[in-house]
């Protein structure tokens, strides 16, 4: 019976830290490398996720997400598959900015932007395009995985949060009661059966 079949796992780990996560400035697209601390924080986590016995590997496309991806490759084996849909949100005309600049450019934009409405800047990626990309990638990597089987991602903060309630099939509002993932922080997703509803079953672990 499809009940008795062992459930498959997605491991959805986010980048590393970036000089710019540490200044406070909106990434985005913008192609920003790891900095000391991203590697390392890189490296003590790839052997945590190499214990999940993982068959494949996915990455967003961006260098702080290939290089964390990068540590995961050479502690499993595995060869990454880089895929742009796993991206973060682009933040249009806000980008580059530090969180002190955007809030004195824009008080009221900032003070939304801060709750995770990041659609208030000009410019920027819609929650709806992330959702729907976000959802489209993941689904795809489950499908790639069989029974029992484990599938890593590496993406980044906002686009897991948006993507994991959308995946889950909670409602918009239940995000907000989740807390932002630290860099290299990971959440564990597993099927109640194979084929079955997916459950959340571990969220924001460290290394």
Known sequence: MTADRPRRRLVLLRHGQTAWNLELRVQGHHDVELDDTGHRQASATAPLLAA???VVLWSSDLTRARQT??????ETGLDPTYDARLRE?????RQGLTHAEYDALDPEEFAQFRTGAYDVAPGAE???LVRVRM????????????PGETA?????????????????????SLSDSLRAMGNCGWLV?????????LRLSAYNRKA
């Not at 997703?189 to 509803?197: K, Q, R």
């Open 189 to 197: 997703v597993e099927e109640e059966a194979f084929g079955g509803p």
């Open 135 to 146: 959802v489209e990638a993941l689904s795809d990597l489950l499908n790639t995985i069989g």
């Open 52 to 54: 999940y016995g993982p």
């Open 69 to 74: 991806a990068a540590y995961v490759a050479k």
């Open 126 to 128: 819609s929650t709806e």
């Open 152 to 172: 890593i991602a590496v993406s980044h903060g906002a686009a897991i949060k948006v993507g994991l309630t959308a995946l889950l099939g909670w409602p918009d």
């Open 89 to 93: 949100f682009y933040l249009g005309e």
